[in-house]
């Protein structure tokens, strides 16, 4: 009796066991259990790291992680409360509508069905403003200069920066100009042939708290009585063939030619009549008076026109016109004999020109000529 209980039990083990198997097959298609295909462990967290952070935004991007099928970011402004930003499946993310100066916390988890790896490391960001371009400076006077610079998105005010020295220690002046909107300064009182530089870089007010940008680089600014630069950034074209040289001075060596119509970008135009401009990426000069802004207009090729024109030959009645001169001519300090028509001999009257220089042998009428030149030679000689 006991034997067959036992068989009986057995027998609906069995049974039982037989069953789940096929409803797992039935329901999963696969021998695997239910529970290990949609609950896969991911024991490995992500690894978060920043990258650009602009005055408003922020990248994010972080290593990819085995068996994840993605990724979901969170964000705080305490490190404590967290709100979810996006769920991924990508490993980079821009967060965006962020408030600068503002300090803020995010950490993200690898995701697979609904099992969740363990958090990432919190990464900690303070948007800030952006960089400012370089200065432009222009000067109105020996002692004072305009300074300009480009607007930067999210910017409240600016700090501007001036020193006679590029480390910017020696007679350090901090200008704060307020309004987003004011790109530019008037700087006043500048040392006669005194050298300075200047920087400005943006800033952001956020509740109480101040938040700075990075600062332009240094732009030097020289008085009036020195060689001084306004800097720009154009485009200039050759208006003939012209060297370009290390410094602002034909004593430089040259470093190139730019040959006529060529472009060139001009970064800065001297006080001197050189121009800095960008060579083969380095600073070189060429003198100003051979750069203009105005793009030359292209030469097209033109075919010569082919014309037949008749040639007519006329011929004309040339008639000689003889003038008659008074002409005394003293010789053998005994006579004089006044001679008519200078250019026709008064011997044998054929025509020649007459100069009161010397003897002529005249070889038609074997006569001497005092004192009368005739030409050509053919018809008279030198008397012998």
């Not at 993605?70 to 964000?75: A, M, R, T, V």
């Not at 803020?104 to 952006?130: D, Q």
């Not at 203009?292 to 006329?314: D, H, L």
Request: proline share 3%.
């Amino acid at each position: 009796m006991e034997k067959s209980m036992k068989k009986v039990i057995a027998l609906v083990l069995a049974v039982i066991l037989t069953f789940s198997v096929v409803t797992i097959i039935k329901n999963d298609g696969l021998t695997a259990s239910a529970a290990s295909t949609s609950s896969i462990s991911i024991k490995k967290s992500p690894t978060l790291k920043a990258g650009t952070v602009k005055a408003t935004s922020v990248k994010l991007s972080w290593t990819t992680t085995k068996n994840a099928d993605s990724y979901k970011l969170y964000k705080s402004t305490n490190n404590k409360n967290w709100q979810g930003v996006v769920t991924t499946k990508a490993t980079s993310y821009t967060v965006s509508k962020l408030t600068a100066g503002t300090k803020y916390y995010f950490k993200l988890v690898a995701v697979s069905g609904k099992t969740k790896s363990p958090y990432s490391n919190t990464v900690a960001v303070t948007p800030k403003p952006e960089r400012v371009g370089s200065l432009k400076i222009k000067f109105s006077s020996n002692t004072q200069a305009s300074v300009t610079w480009n607007k930067v998105s999210g910017a409240t005010g600016y700090e501007l920066f001036l020193s006679t020295s590029s480390s910017f220690k020696n007679d350090l002046k901090k200008v704060t100009v307020k309004g987003g909107d004011k790109t530019s300064y008037t700087i006043k009182g500048m040392k006669n042939g005194k050298t300075y530089y200047g920087k400005v870089r943006a800033v952001t007010t956020a509740g109480k708290k101040t938040v700075v940008g990075t600062c332009s680089y240094p732009s030097q600014l020289i008085t009036k009585t020195k060689t001084y630069y306004n800097y720009v950034n154009q485009t200039v074209y050759a208006t003939a063939n012209v060297n370009v040289r290390k410094g602002a001075n034909t004593s430089y060596a040259k470093v190139g030619l730019l040959k006529k119509g060529s472009s060139i970008t001009r970064t800065a135009i001297g006080s001197n009549g050189w121009s800095r401009v960008s060579y083969n990426g380095t600073v070189a000069y060429i003198s100003s008076s051979y750069l203009t802004t105005k793009k030359p207009e292209a030469t097209t090729t033109k075919k010569p026109e082919t014309t037949t024109k008749r040639q007519e030959s006329t011929t004309k009645k040339e008639t000689e016109k003889t003038t008659v001169y008074q002409v005394t001519t003293s010789y053998d300090n005994s006579a004089e004999t006044e001679i008519r028509d200078p250019d026709k001999c008064p011997i044998c009257g054929k025509y020649t020109c007459g100069l009161i220089m010397k003897d002529y042998y005249c070889v038609i009428c074997k006569k001497t000529i005092p004192k009368l030149t005739c030409h050509p030679a053919s018809h008279y000689e030198a008397s012998r």
